[in-house]
């Protein structure tokens, strides 16, 4: 009896226990410079069971919820937020991954068509701030 083999890949394959442990340790000790520059934070919808007021929102858990999902203190010039179908896991594998593709592409030619108007104001484009922004979403 040889199993079956499995060829599509499910988001729990990428999951380990020490990923796991090198991941908290990872977020007890680093702590990431503050970036200047507007970015564009790509998520998932969030669970916001509960509205307690304006501006908090609780999760189902009783947890609280941030729009921005905690990257404001880090980011100076302000946090736009794209929504993509799927959940933190599979936002990035098909089908959902079609959607934050061309959410992405969106995004990067008008940031490419501000930049060759030679406007600042719709994003800092330059090989290191698109660098930075790509690694945050």
């Known amino acids: 009896g040889s199993k079956p083999v ?26 990431p410079p503050i970036y200047k520059g507007n970015v564009v934070l790509f998520r998932p919808a969030l669970d916001e069971a509960y509205a307690l007021q304006p501006g908090r929102v609780v999760n189902i858990a009783g947890g609280f919820v941030d729009h921005a999902n905690y990257w404001g203190e880090f980011v ?18 098909e089908p959902h991954v079609r959607a934050l593709a061309a959410k992405l592409r969106a995004r990067l ?29």
């Open 76 to 93: 100076a010039g302000g946090i736009d937020v794209e929504v993509v179908t799927g959940d933190h896991d599979s936002m990035v594998l």
């Open 6 to 31: 499995r060829h599509t890949l499910l988001p729990s394959d990428f999951r380990s226990e020490s990923v796991g442990e090198a991941f908290i340790l990872a977020v007890k000790n680093y702590r």
């Open 109 to 137: 030619e008008t940031a490419q068509a501000a930049a060759t108007r030679g406007k600042s104001s719709e994003a800092d484009v330059s090989s290191e701030s698109a660098t930075e922004v790509l690694a945050l979403a």
